[in-house]
């Protein structure tokens, strides 16, 4: 028989446990929170890493096998980023994007379709772009140069073709950097056929404007509308482009509404979606795109 004695020490030493787990959970939560805050549901939650603590759910595992105590837990969750831990096919970053939950199968984003934060600085020939240009990696952000038109177009998760979609929302961060180039610019276009061919919005420190490359269905090429806005130079912005299934194209600038600019083009256009610089110093961050 076990005794009394004994019982008493195995629940102190159960009680020394329990809240070191707790410590420890807490900490690399607080690094996931950090990171990611805009991960509506996943934020405060460890049912992100865990089915049920200490006990790891694919995502958890795959954060695990990396050193992860202390100030590396954030270098940990950013190199897992491209995995897909849980293997439903959309990456770690996808899913985090899309608040779902990296490591439950069953948990999948509705309606993203491509996201990169370029944390890990890539440039030409990164995975998931295909590009044209000269383009760098500067401070985790993607950035033109100021030589030439420079082009960068999303790819799918799998496969080899640039994404291409007539209808969705295309958002990103950009950044007008001063240079002795004038007119510093920065271009989200969709619709992309040729070089001769696709639709675009156009951001410089003081307009915004929507119009065409070529001529689609019976639109004829040319800047369609033209607005003001503030845009100052060396400061990070947000865009935001909404294409309805109306064609309506309607464009946000650092969240403000109503649109800073929208207009209604005749007919739909299906090509591949990405930045554009026109010999422009311009950084890039965090491109998403969904439907």
């Not at 694919?58 to 096998?65: L, R």
């Not at 969705?168 to 070089?195: C, D, H, R, Y």
């Not at 950084?283 to 439907?291: A, C, E, I, K, P």
Request: net charge positive.
């Amino acid at each position: 028989m076990i005794s009394k004695r004994l019982y008493t020490a195995f629940f102190v030493l159960a009680l020394i446990g329990i809240p070191n787990v707790v410590l420890a959970v807490g900490s690399y939560m607080n690094a996931f929170d950090a990171l990611y805050p805009g991960a509506t549901g996943l934020v405060g939650n460890c049912g992100v890493c865990h089915t049920n603590v200490p006990t790891r759910n694919p995502y958890g595992a795959a954060f695990g096998a990396r050193p992860h105590s202390g100030a590396a837990a954030s270098g940990a969750l950013a190199a897992i980023e491209p995995l897909d831990s849980d293997g439903d096919t959309f990456t770690n970053l996808t899913e985090i994007s899309g608040k779902t939950n990296p490591g439950v199968a069953a948990s999948i984003p509705a309606k993203i379709l491509f996201v990169d934060n370029f944390r890990n600085g890539t440039a030409n020939g990164a995975p998931g772009w295909q590009q044209a240009g000269v383009w760098s990696g500067t401070g985790q952000m993607l950035a033109s140069s100021e030589l030439r038109v420079d082009r960068a177009f999303a790819k799918p998760p799998a496969g080899n073709g640039a994404l291409t979609f007539s209808t969705g929302v295309i958002q990103s961060k950009f950044n007008l950097n001063t240079s002795a180039v004038p007119n510093p610019n920065a271009w989200i276009v969709f619709g992309f056929v040729s070089a001769t061919q696709y639709r675009f919005v156009r951001v410089t420190t003081n307009q915004v404007s929507i119009g065409q490359v070529g001529v689609i269905g019976a639109d004829a090429a040319g800047t369609k509308v033209t607005r003001s806005v503030n845009v100052p130079l060396d400061t990070v912005h947000t865009i935001k482009v909404v294409i309805s299934p109306t064609r309506r194209v309607s464009v946000f600038i650092n969240g403000a509404t109503p649109a800073a600019a929208a207009f209604t083009f005749t007919a739909n256009a299906t090509g591949k979606i990405g930045y554009q610089a026109v010999r422009s110093r311009t950084q890039f961050d965090d491109f998403l795109s969904s439907r």
